[in-house]
T-cell receptor
Framework: GAVVSQHPSWVICKSGTSVKIECRSLDFQATTMFWYRQFPKQSLMLMATSNEGSKATYEQGVEKDKFLINHASLTLSTLTVTSAHPEDSSFYIC?????????FGPGTRLLVL | GNSVTQMEGPVTLSEEAFLTINCTYTATGYPSLFWYVQYPGEGLQLLLKATKADDKGSNKGFEATYRKETTSFHLEKGSVQVSDSAVYFCALTPDSGYSTLTFGKGTMLLVSP
């Protein structure tokens, strides 16, 4: 149980385009989902907390207009990287809360050329 | 604020060696403590957890004891295998009930045959 999927698993895009990443809880409902970013050989940095039916809460320094989060249902949250640039290249990981634990997706590797 | 400090890696061991990865934390109140493992190219998997002082979490031969007096949660395994090669993250959630995870920087473990 408690499986979280992400799609796509990897994506390459051109600079200036937008990329949408999906995070799904497959066998449980998650009121709260989290989005993290991980740079090579570094820890996970929380970007935002996504709550179903309400606006996401962004961590300090994360641009809400650049990283759009939508949590439209209890099993799906999406992260859209708008007007992506090479510095946005990273490994994006989501997690879904099945209280009291968080279960992590396998991650999405984004490469912006 | 809350923080987690882990020993820097990589930790390189031969198969069947004893493993210790140190983790100390700073937090107010009574946090819950976690170890997550990340295999190459994958997301994080919960390895074990402890929610109160003197609790011992264990899984797959790994164990860690919540030591409030030393604010530590060191990860140990008596005999490592090549398949244990991964990055290990120590993390905590605060005692407020809000499930935001604070991660350490991660420790890479490399086990050779």
């Amino acid at each position: 149980g408690a499986v979280v999927s992400q799609h796509p698993s990897w994506v390459i895009c051109k600079s200036g385009t937008s990329v949408k990443i999906e995070c799904r809880s497959l066998d449980f409902q998650a009121t709260t989902m989290f989005w993290y970013r991980q740079f090579p050989k570094q820890s996970l940095m929380l970007m935002a907390t996504s709550n179903e039916g309400s606006k996401a809460t962004y961590e300090q320094g994360v641009e809400k207009d650049k990283f759009l989060i939508n949590h439209a249902s209890l099993t799906l949250s999406t992260l859209t990287v708008t007007s992506a640039h090479p510095e946005d290249s990273s490994f994006y990981i989501c997690s879904a809360e099945d209280t009291p634990l968080q279960y992590f997706g396998p991650g999405t590797r984004l490469l912006v050329l | 604020g809350n923080s987690v400090t882990q020993m820097e890696g990589p930790v390189t061991l031969s198969e069947e060696a004893f493993l210790t990865i140190n983790c100390t934390y700073t937090a107010t109140g009574y946090p819950s403590l976690f170890w997550y493992v990340q295999y190459p190219g994958e997301g994080l998997q919960l390895l074990l957890k402890a929610t109160k002082a003197d609790d011992k979490g264990s899984n797959k031969g790994f164990e860690a004891t919540y030591r409030k007096e030393t604010t530590s949660f060191h990860l140990e395994k008596g005999s490592v295998q090549v398949s244990d090669s991964a990055v290990y993250f120590c993390a905590l959630t605060p005692d407020s009930g809000y499930s935001t995870l604070t991660f350490g920087k991660g420790t890479m473990l490399l086990v050779s045959p």
